[in-house]
């Protein structure tokens, strides 16, 4: 047998409807705040992902499934899918038009992590990307957005909030972490060694514990930031404030991927284990430049739909639409056509077994149907319908010219 490779599952049934449910909600949020459906190809260009997330990230070191296709290409499958807009955001000119432009998106992502619970080589995510707006306000309605999802899912989170500072505060911060990650040289992880000089704020987030002892002294982004980020992050936690949304400052918070500035934020979640990260974004003002466009703001965030599985409350599942059979080999051609002459309107699930009526009333129970209709000899002699309506019981006949 041929199984599915590992880390990639299929989704079905029960999953299916919980993953579409959640596609629907979130899907309906972004259009409220004035978002447009983007989609970007699942195959792009292995310097897209080296330039944008970065080739010190463990995403783009360690986690691409990337191969030469036939024509010579460097290839990958997304691993994220900022970059892929970004990239369509400069290709269609829309840094040149100016304004605002806001997208959302959701597809398969892949990443060639060692799987485990919540950690799967392809996943989901649903994710929104805003263009042109440098006001922290749009980093609060990022956080907004993705709280209003996971409310109306009846999801619990936590917020963790940090300010990775720009262009002028960071350097210096990055040169004053250097000199205490070397004052510590010798007792640090091989992985944060490598890190000092790729990129050195990574450490911070190193999972090592006995690291993380150590960088519990070190410098903080926060206590460093410029009064342009300072003021902006005050801003921001005001804004939060205001609109009653809790957050946890999180000082090591710096995200996997090089290219964000100014706001990084998570949801996590304390009920899916230790991959407790439910969504992640941030502010990546510097991007679209350097990606050759023209120098235009950007925030956004992505959910990790998976993640979300076991903790969505689905609503109580009604029945709908008709179940229809045929209790006798004659009636099925009518029993056809009329399930096509319904589903015109309404949804309709045909079972082409011949049964007979008790067998059928189980059918219609198991796939949820409001109505079970079938077709015996005696309706066929009569050009009639026999329906039930699974709610309240009630049981009528009714001419196949009017069902
Ligand atoms: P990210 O934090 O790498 O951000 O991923 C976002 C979410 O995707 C995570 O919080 C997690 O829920 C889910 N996720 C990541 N890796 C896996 C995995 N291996 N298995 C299952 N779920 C996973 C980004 O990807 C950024 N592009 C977000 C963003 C958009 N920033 C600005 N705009």
């Not at 992902?49 to 990337?66: L, P, T």
């Not at 991927?257 to 990260?277: C, H, M, P, R």
Request: net charge neutral; hydrophobic share 35%.
């Amino acid at each position: 047998m041929i199984s599915s490779l590992r880390g990639m599952n299929d989704i079905l049934s029960d999953d299916y409807e919980r993953f579409t449910y959640f596609i629907e909600i979130a899907t309906n949020v972004a259009k409220r705040y004035g978002f447009h459906f983007i989609e970007t190809p699942l195959l792009e260009e292995t310097a897209l992902f080296k330039r944008s997330v970065g080739e010190s990230s463990d995403i783009v070191g360690k986690e691409m499934y990337q191969f030469i296709d036939k024509g010579e290409n460097d290839v990958c499958l997304r691993p994220e899918g900022t970059a892929g807009v970004v990239r369509a955001f400069v290709q269609k000119k829309l840094d040149r038009a100016g304004g605002l432009h806001r997208f959302f998106y959701h597809g398969a992502m892949f990443r060639y992590e060692r799987p485990q619970k919540g950690r799967l080589r392809q996943f989901h995510q649903f994710g929104v990307e805003s263009f042109g707006e440098a006001s922290v306000h749009e980093d609060a309605t990022m956080i907004m957005m993705v709280s209003d999802i996971l409310k109306t899912l009846g999801i619990g989170y936590r917020l963790q909030l940090n300010s990775l500072g720009d262009e002028n505060c960071m350097p210096q911060y990055r040169t004053s972490l250097i000199k205490f990650i070397e004052s510590m040289e010798d007792k640090i992880c091989e992985d944060c060694q490598r890190r000092k000089t790729t990129n050195p704020i990574r450490v911070l987030d190193c999972k090592n514990q006995a690291c993380q002892e150590m960088y519990k002294n070190a410098p903080k982004l926060v206590d460093n930031l410029c009064d342009g980020c300072s003021n902006d992050f005050t801003k921001l936690k005001k804004i939060l404030e205001n609109n009653e949304i809790l957050y946890e400052i999180d000082t090591n918070l710096v995200r996997g991927l090089d290219y964000y500035s100014k706001t990084a934020f998570e949801f996590v979640s304390d009920n899916i284990g230790s991959q407790s990260a439910i969504a992640g974004g941030g502010r990546y003002d510097k991007l679209v430049e350097f990606l050759d466009g023209r120098a235009t703001p950007a925030v956004g965030f992505a959910i990790g739909i998976e993640r979300l599985m076991e903790l969505i409350i689905m609503p109580e599942n009604t029945r709908n639409g008709y179940y229809i059979g045929a209790m006798d080999t004659e009636a099925i051609d009518i029993v056809v056509e009329l399930a096509q002459k319904k589903r015109k309107t309404e949804k309709t699930v045909i079972d082409y077994k011949v049964k007979n009526l008790q067998n059928h009333l189980k059918a219609a129970d198991k796939v949820n149907a409001k109505y079970c209709a079938v077709i015996g000899s005696h309706e066929m002699k009569n050009k009639t319908v026999w329906i039930k309506n699974l709610e309240d019981k009630t049981e009528q006949i009714v001419e196949v010219k009017n069902f």
